[in-house]
């Protein structure tokens, strides 16, 4: 686990409540310490645990702000490159063109656990963070199948339930001021590495919210925003979540086939099976 902030701190503790060895990565001493004195294999030498994670063929953890990833993954081409390789960071493009930019995008497989809280640093974290929670696992054309696996494995050991497209919400929908209150540098860096899809998003919102505060101005109802809202809102809650069990990892198309059904709202609670597995 390369950060053991509130999602990577919250990751260590839930792998190993799982049964899984794991040990983590964080160049604050502070969090060193303080995750040792619970009891967790911690460091704060990246290269030792990039060797160790080399020597043991380690699935990787990037756990850390968006800014940290050039220098985080140049160590890990260095001196780890062909361990499997996911993420937990929440804008994932930009994750992506890093990842690709060292030449590792045949190990990654990007991920999003869709979970958290207004909380930060190691002292946050929690075991239960992401029981019950949604957990994206990308199926990109260049993910490998038994990589993919290994990250949908470490998904459901934690808890979440598997979500292989973008049929999802996050909890900022349900309550944006939980991410508000999140540490600025963390929000601003999310932001900022995600402005070539935000800044059409927030056009649109200014659109919407321009014609309201015109319509509230001249004495005319603001229904049609009131009600797309609150269907929003219905879609949201009623959004129907079957289980994904026919798909064999591996197989010809399956990457299209978990997206399709990701689309349609399909969700992954028990391990797939793997073509040519070696298990």
Same mark, same amino acid.
């Given at each position: 686990? +390369? ?10 503790? =839930? =792998?190993?409540? &799982?049964?899984?060895? %794991?040990?983590?990565? !964080? ?17 704060? !030498? ?9 020597? =043991? ?10 800014? &940290?990833?050039?220098? +985080? ?5 260095? /001196? &780890? ?26 190990? #990654? ?7 958290? /809280?207004? $909380? ?28 993919? =696996? @290994? %990250? ?15 049929? *999802? ?12 209150? /999140? ?10 590495? !995600? &402005?070539? @899809? ?10 919407? *919210?321009?014609?309201?505060?015109? $319509? ?22 009623? #959004? ?5 069990? /026919? ?13 399709? @059904? ?18």
């Amino acid at each position: 686990m +390369l950060g053991l902030g509130l999602i990577g701190g919250s990751l260590l503790r =839930a =792998a190993r409540a &799982a049964g899984r060895e %794991v040990f983590g990565y !964080n160049r604050s001493v502070e969090a060193v310490r303080a995750a040792r004195a619970e009891g967790f294999d911690a460091t704060d !030498n990246l290269d030792e645990a990039l060797r160790r994670a080399a020597a =043991a063929d380690a699935l990787v953890v990037l756990a850390v702000p968006v800014p &940290a990833l050039p220098i +985080l993954l140049a160590h890990i081409r260095d /001196t &780890a490159p062909g361990c499997p390789l996911t993420d937990v960071t929440s804008v994932k493009g930009r994750v992506l063109e890093e990842v690709r930019a060292v030449g590792l995008l045949d190990r #990654f497989v990007g991920g999003h656990p869709m979970a958290g /809280t207004a $909380e930060s640093g190691w002292a946050a974290g929690d075991a239960g963070l992401f029981t019950g929670a949604p957990w994206v696992v990308a199926v990109d054309d260049h993910v490998d199948p038994h990589i993919w =696996a @290994q %990250v949908m494995a470490l998904a459901l050991d934690c808890g979440s339930f598997v979500v292989p497209a973008r049929s *999802l919400a996050a909890g900022s929908f349900r309550d944006g001021t939980r991410v508000a209150a /999140t540490a600025p540098d963390l929000v601003r860096a999310m932001c900022e590495a !995600n &402005a070539e @899809q935000l800044v059409p998003v927030l056009d649109r919102a200014l659109d919407l *919210l321009h014609h309201a505060r015109a $319509e509230l101005v001249d004495g005319r109802p603001i229904t049609d925003l009131v009600e797309a809202g609150h269907a929003a809102r219905t879609r949201y809650e009623s #959004f129907p979540r079957p289980d994904i069990v /026919t798909v064999v990892i591996g197989e010809e198309r399956w990457r299209e086939e978990l997206a399709a @059904q990701g689309r349609a709202g399909g969700v992954i609670r028990s391990a797939l099976p793997v073509r040519d597995s070696r298990r």
